[in-house]
C-alpha cells in the first residue's frame, strides 16, 4: 500500500492561519475597543487617540516597499519572528502607559508591524507554494484571521470591563507571541522548491501525473509579471484604487463601529457581540470564497461584495435596536469574508507567485495610506459635525463607485509571456 505524504504547502497554509490570527490582534474593530476608556481615563480627544494609529499605519505601508521583495528574496522566517516578538512586547508595554507621547510611539511601531508585515506576509507566502489549489489555500488560511477578529474582541471585550484597559494591552501581547512565535521560527519556509518540491505537492523532476493528497495533478503552469511590468498594466491602477478605496472604508467602519452603537443607544455588550458575530459570519463566507474564486471570475464577485458594503451601510444608518446590530454585523461579515480571501489570492492569479512580494509591495503605501485614513477621517467628520451620519453616506457612496472599477480590471495578459493556467 502505497503511503500518502502531506504536501508541505498545507503546514504552510496552517502557520499563515495562526499569523493571521496574530494580525487580527490589532484590528480596528479591537483597537476601538480601547477608544472611549482609554480617552476618558487619559482626556485626550478621539483623533488624538487615533493619530499615531494613523501614521504608524501609513509608515508600515511604505516600509512594504522594502518587506515584500525581502520575502522574495529571503522568506519570511526571520522576519516574522522578530514581528511577532516585537508586537507582542509592545502591546504589554501598553499596559504601564501615563503619557500621552508612549501611547504615541507604541501605536506607531504596532501598527508599522501589522501594516509592513502582517498584512502582507500570507497573501505572499501561500500563493508561493499553490496555484490550481490556490483558492482553497488562501480560503483556509484566512480562516485563522477571521476566527481572531471573532475571539479577540469578546477576549479583550471581556478584559477591558472586568479588570480595565490595562490588562486589555498586556493580554493581547501573551495572545501574540503565544500563537506565532514558536511556529513560525520552526515551520515556516519560503517556497516549495526550497524543499524539492513545485506548487500544489509535486515534486521536482516529475513529467508524468502525481498523486496530491489523492487527486491527479499535472504541473501548473502560470503567468509571471515583473513588478516594473505590473506597473505598465491599467489593471495595477484599477485593482490597487479600488481596494484602496474599501480600505479606507472598512478601517473607518471598524475603528467607529463600537462608538458609533453605543451612540446610537445600543448596549455595550450588544455592540461588542455584533462585531464578534461579523467576524465567525465570515468563517465559512471566507472558506467558500477560496473555493468560488478558484471556479468563477474574480472581478464580477468583486462587484457584487462592494455593492453589498453600500447595503451594509444603509442597515448601518438604520441601527438603533439589537436586531439590526446583529443584522449589520452578519451583512459585514458576509462581504468582508469575500474579500478578506479574494483581495490575496486575486493579485497572485493576475500577476503570478515569482515577484508577487516586490508587486505586493508596490501597492502597500496606497493601500496603508488609505487604511491609515480611514479612522481620521471618520473621526474628523464627527468632530466637525457631532455625528456618524455624513461620514457613512459618504462611505456607502464610495464602495458602489469602486465596483465599477472591477468591472475594469481585467486580467493582464503580456504578449511576450505565458498566460496563466486559470484566468479569472
Same mark, same amino acid.
Given at each position: ?35 472611549? &476608556? ?6 485626550? #480627544? ?127 501581547? #501573551? ?20 524543499? =524539492? ?16 493528497? =489523492? ?31 474599501? #480600505? ?44 468560488? =474564486? ?116 481585467? &486580467?493582464?495578459?503580456? #504578449? ?9
Amino acid at each position: 500500500m502505497k503511503k500518502i505524504r502531506i504536501y508541505y504547502g498545507w503546514v504552510i497554509v496552517g502557520v499563515a492561519a495562526l499569523l493571521q490570527f496574530a494580525g487580527g490582534t490589532p484590528t480596528f474593530p479591537v483597537l476601538g475597543l480601547f477608544m472611549e &476608556p482609554m480617552t476618558a481615563d487619559m482626556e485626550w #480627544s478621539r483623533v488624538a487617540f487615533a493619530i499615531p494609529m494613523t501614521i504608524g499605519t501609513i509608515l508600515g505601508g511604505i516600509a512594504g516597499i522594502i518587506v515584500g521583495p525581502a520575502i522574495d528574496k529571503y522568506g519570511a522566517r526571520w522576519i516574522m519572528t522578530v514581528a511577532s516578538l516585537v508586537l507582542g512586547l509592545a502591546f504589554v508595554t501598553m499596559s504601564f502607559i501615563d503619557q500621552f507621547w508612549q501611547h504615541f510611539l507604541l501605536q506607531i511601531i504596532i501598527r508599522s508591524l501589522t501594516a509592513g508585515a502582517f498584512f502582507m506576509v500570507v497573501g505572499i507566502i501561500v500563493p508561493k507554494w499553490f496555484i490550481t489549489m490556490r483558492g482553497r489555500a488562501m480560503a483556509i488560511s484566512s480562516m485563522g484571521g477571521r476566527l481572531g477578529q471573532f475571539v479577540t474582541p469578546i477576549l479583550i471585550g471581556w478584559v477591558i470591563i472586568q479588570f480595565g484597559w490595562r490588562a486589555g494591552w498586556s493580554v493581547m501581547g #501573551s495572545l501574540v507571541w503565544i500563537v506565532s512565535v514558536v511556529p513560525v521560527f520552526f515551520l515556516l519556509k519560503n517556497t516549495p522548491e526550497d524543499m =524539492g518540491l513545485l506548487p500544489d505537492g509535486q515534486s521536482l523532476g516529475t513529467s508524468d501525473n502525481s498523486t496530491v493528497n =489523492g487527486l491527479s495533478k499535472e504541473p501548473a503552469e502560470e503567468l509571471s509579471i515583473g513588478p516594473r511590468q505590473a506597473l505598465r498594466t491599467r489593471t495595477f491602477y484599477l485593482m490597487l484604487t479600488a481596494q484602496s478605496a474599501l #480600505s479606507l472604508v472598512i478601517s473607518g467602519l471598524h475603528f467607529h463601529w463600537f462608538a458609533y452603537m453605543t451612540g446610537q443607544g445600543i448596549a455595550d455588550s450588544v455592540a461588542i457581540a455584533s462585531i464578534s458575530i461579523s467576524a465567525i459570519t465570515g468563517v465559512p463566507i471566507s472558506l467558500a470564497a477560496g473555493f468560488l =474564486g478558484e471556479r468563477l471570475r474574480l472581478r464580477y464577485i468583486f462587484v457584487a461584495t462592494y455593492l453589498g458594503f453600500s447595503v451594509s451601510i444603509l442597515i448601518l444608518l438604520s441601527t438603533t435596536t439589537p436586531f439590526m446590530a446583529y443584522l449589520y454585523g452578519v451583512s459585514l461579515g458576509i462581504c468582508s469574508g469575500i474579500t478578506f480571501t479574494l483581495n490575496q489570492l486575486i493579485w497572485a492569479d493576475y500577476y503570478g507567485r515569482k515577484s508577487l512580494g516586490a508587486i505586493r509591495g508596490l501597492t502597500s503605501p496606497v493601500s496603508q495610506v488609505t487604511n491609515a485614513s480611514g479612522p481620521v477621517v471618520a473621526a474628523v467628520a464627527f468632530d466637525m459635525t457631532g455625528s456618524y451620519t455624513a461620514i457613512l453616506w459618504a462611505f456607502g457612496i464610495t464602495t458602489a463607485l469602486a465596483s465599477v472599477l472591477w468591472l475594469l480590471a481585467t &486580467p493582464p495578459k503580456p #504578449s511576450s509571456l505565458n498566460h496563466s493556467a486559470r484566468v479569472n
